[in-house]
């Protein structure tokens, strides 16, 4: 199986256990319309129903043929008439309709399990009407799945955890493999994790370059704000060894570049600190404006320098003007110092 929720086309995944007015026994039918088309990897599989007049429900997501029964690639590219059948632990949506032009589109009818809803019901899960047991179905949290998150730790967790852990594709060798990475993580963290893409691979870099464990927080900012393995390793290369999580973040918040850096040496300013890189990009002081600078004879200007001459709003070309008006020499702090008093616009 290769399921692959798109969270884009996945949003209306809708409660719709918890609307009133709803109390379908666990055999009660339930209907919807699917469609379908080939992908290179198998099919993306969508379906969606409407009922009450006002609720409304649509997911859609990549599978494999082996996903289904009586479904496959050829049939569909034949086209005709659709007869088939997406296998569930929970329950089976049993779909027919049309294909045409790589794709179809039809009815379905789910059938829950019963064996399924008497091992949940073994299990302590007893709240399982047919609304909530299609939403299982879809979203396949298998008496399997239950059963290793168990042996994980993982006890009798609340079935709406448990769809949002296979919604966003939480999977059992996932968590194993950030196990054996010295991770263990409670199921809101995984579901944040996965959220905001943090492979296990990303994981591995950071503890192979000494960061040790991270807390979820930690591993979610440097995900949120961009710090992949190659942006480490660009600092490592250039003599920063292990740069501390918040100031990675920092760096790549406000943009700072290798590319920056090596111009920075370039210019002949060594190895800058974090924070000082940090404030240089903060306040506008780029490799352009330092090399107009020394061009124009300040070739040794320090780096907090340059930031205050930025804030201050002195350009190059103000400094080009004074230079023709015969003052030559002047300091950085006297040119700030005329720039302050409004002597030169």
């Given at each position: 199986?290769?399921?692959?929720?798109?969270?884009?086309?996945?949003?209306?995944?809708v409660?719709?256990?918890?609307?009133?007015?709803?109390?379908?026994s666990?055999?009660?039918?339930?209907?919807?319309?699917?469609?379908l088309?080939?992908?290179?990897?198998?099919?993306?599989?969508?379906?969606?129903?409407?009922?009450?007049?006002?609720?409304?429900?649509?997911?859609?997501?990549s599978?494999?043929?082996?996903?289904?029964?009586g479904?496959?690639?050829?049939?569909?590219e034949?086209g005709?008439?659709?007869?088939?059948?997406?296998?569930?632990?929970?329950?089976?949506?049993?779909?027919?309709?049309?294909?045409?032009?790589?794709?179809?589109?039809?009815?379905?009818?789910?059938?829950?399990?019963?064996?399924?809803?008497?091992?949940?019901?073994?299990?302590?899960?007893?709240e399982?009407?047919?609304e909530?047991?299609?939403?299982?179905?879809?979203?396949?949290?298998?008496?399997a799945?239950?059963?290793?998150?168990?042996?994980?730790?993982?006890?009798?967790?609340?079935?709406?955890?448990?769809?949002?852990?296979?919604?966003?594709?939480?999977?059992?060798?996932?968590i194993?493999?950030?196990?054996?990475?010295?991770?263990?993580?409670?199921?809101?963290?995984?579901?944040?994790?996965?959220?905001?893409?943090?492979?296990?691979?990303?994981?591995?870099?950071l503890?192979?370059?000494?960061?040790?464990?991270?807390?979820?927080?930690?591993?979610?900012q440097l995900?949120?704000?961009?710090?992949?393995?190659?942006?480490m390793?660009?600092?490592?290369?250039?003599?920063?060894?292990?740069?501390?999580?918040?100031?990675?973040?920092?760096?790549?918040?406000?943009?700072?570049?290798?590319?920056f850096?090596?111009?920075?040496?370039?210019?002949?300013?060594?190895?800058?600190?974090?924070?000082?890189?940090?404030?240089?990009?903060?306040?506008?002081?780029?490799a352009g404006?330092?090399?107009d600078?020394?061009?124009?004879?300040?070739?040794?200007?320090?780096?907090?320098?340059?930031?205050?001459?930025?804030?201050?709003?002195v350009?190059?070309?103000?400094?080009?003007?004074?230079?023709?008006?015969?003052?030559?020499?002047?300091?950085?702090?006297?040119?700030?110092?005329?720039?302050?008093?409004?002597?030169?616009?």
């Amino acid at each position: 199986m290769n399921e692959k929720h798109i969270p884009l086309l996945a949003l209306a995944i809708v409660p719709i256990y918890f609307l009133m007015g709803q109390s379908n026994s666990p055999t009660s039918p339930i209907t919807g319309q699917w469609t379908l088309e080939l992908i290179p990897q198998g099919v993306q599989f969508s379906i969606q129903r409407s009922w009450g007049g006002h609720n409304n429900y649509s997911s859609s997501s990549s599978y494999d043929f082996d996903d289904f029964r009586g479904l496959t690639r050829a049939s569909v590219e034949a086209g005709g008439p659709a007869k088939f059948e997406m296998l569930r632990d929970a329950g089976t949506l049993a779909c027919e309709g049309t294909f045409r032009n790589g794709g179809g589109g039809g009815a379905f009818v789910f059938s829950p399990s019963a064996d399924y809803v008497s091992a949940l019901h073994s299990l302590g899960y007893q709240e399982l009407d047919a609304e909530r047991l299609f939403e299982l179905a879809v979203h396949n949290v298998s008496r399997a799945y239950i059963r290793e998150l168990d042996e994980l730790g993982y006890h009798h967790l609340p079935l709406d955890q448990l769809v949002q852990l296979r919604i966003h594709g939480v999977a059992v060798a996932y968590i194993r493999e950030l196990r054996g990475l010295g991770y263990t993580f409670q199921p809101e963290e995984l579901i944040q994790l996965r959220i905001h893409g943090l492979t296990t691979e990303f994981a591995a870099t950071l503890k192979k370059s000494g960061y040790g464990t991270l807390s979820a927080d930690q591993l979610v900012q440097l995900q949120i704000h961009g710090v992949t393995s190659e942006y480490m390793k660009g600092f490592q290369d250039m003599g920063y060894p292990r740069i501390a999580v918040e100031d990675l973040v920092q760096l790549r918040i406000h943009g700072v570049s290798t590319e920056f850096v090596n111009q920075l040496r370039g210019m002949g300013y060594g190895r800058a600190g974090v924070n000082e890189l940090v404030q240089l990009q903060i306040h506008g002081v780029t490799a352009g404006f330092v090399k107009d600078l020394q061009s124009l004879g300040y070739k040794n200007v320090l780096l907090e320098e340059l930031v205050q001459l930025r804030i201050h709003g002195v350009t190059a070309a103000m400094v080009q003007r004074l230079q023709a008006a015969g003052y030559k020499n002047l300091s950085t702090d006297q040119l700030v110092q005329l720039r302050i008093h409004g002597v030169v616009e």
